[in-house]
């Protein structure tokens, strides 16, 4: 099992530029997430999945969407980049009740 | 609003000694506590939880305790080694569908 997967690992973009980040798993979780975490801090949820079809607002959504695509993947997409959205950005899935959360390898955002 | 905070932002042990990271809370309402590892370049890892209702867990080489009188959670590791260096977060549930909050990491600096 590959776990979560992200793409791209590193990215540049100027601002107002658009993106999306791609994210999958393999483990048939059911609930899916995206944090960022900036420099010295703790991560932020930014949106979540609790299953295939249903998307909600976390902590800091604002300049985000989310796209719940399958219960495999779950995007991020930057429509008018910001300098503040410079940051490492992670999906998470979870198995139904189970509290552990399995993190990908992250994307690294800068926005010029 | 309630938050997840840790007391100290670097600690540097020794390698064969015990390590001991804490944590302050101040939601009440939160049913579950969280301790996860960040290596650098990486996501974070699960390492063990603890339910509100209880005051002590153990895992492999590592103790949480949990101290509701005061709100303080700590990680304890045992015979700690270089494979321990790593950001360490606290985290906590904060509703139903696993949203996680997290505090802003302590740094564990394992020396030979």
């Known amino acids: 099992n590959a776990g979560v997967t992200q793409t791209p690992k590193f990215q540049v973009l100027k601002t107002g530029q658009s993106m999306t980040l791609q994210c999958a798993q393999d483990?048939?979780?059911?609930?899916m997430y995206w944090y960022r975490q900036d420099p010295g801090m703790g991560l932020r949820l930014i949106y979540y999945s609790a299953s295939e079809g249903t998307t909600d607002k976390g902590e800091v959504p604002n300049g985000y969407n989310v796209s719940r695509l399958n219960k495999r993947e779950f995007s991020l997409r930057l429509e008018s980049a910001a300098p503040s959205q410079t940051s490492v950005y992670f999906c998470?899935?979870?198995?139904?009740?189970?509290?552990?959360?399995?993190f990908g390898p992250g994307t690294r955002l800068t926005v010029l | 609003g309630e938050s997840v905070g840790l007391h100290l932002p670097t600690l540097s042990v020794q390698e064969g000694d015990n390590s001991i990271i804490n944590c302050a809370y101040s939601n009440s309402a939160s049913d579950y506590f969280i301790w996860y590892k960040q290596e650098s370049g990486k996501g974070p890892q699960f390492i063990i939880d603890?339910?509100?209702?209880?005051d002590k867990r153990q895992g492999q080489r590592v103790t949480v305790l949990l101290n509701k009188t005061v709100k303080h959670l700590s990680l304890q590791i045992a015979a700690t080694q270089p494979g321990d260096s790593a950001v360490y977060f606290c985290a906590e549930i904060t509703d139903s569908w696993g949203k996680l909050q997290f505090g802003a990491g302590t740094q564990v600096v394992v020396t030979p």
């Open positions: 603890i339910r509100s209702n209880m």
């Open positions: 998470a899935s979870k198995e139904g009740v189970r509290n552990e959360q399995f």
């Open positions: 483990m048939n979780h059911n609930s």
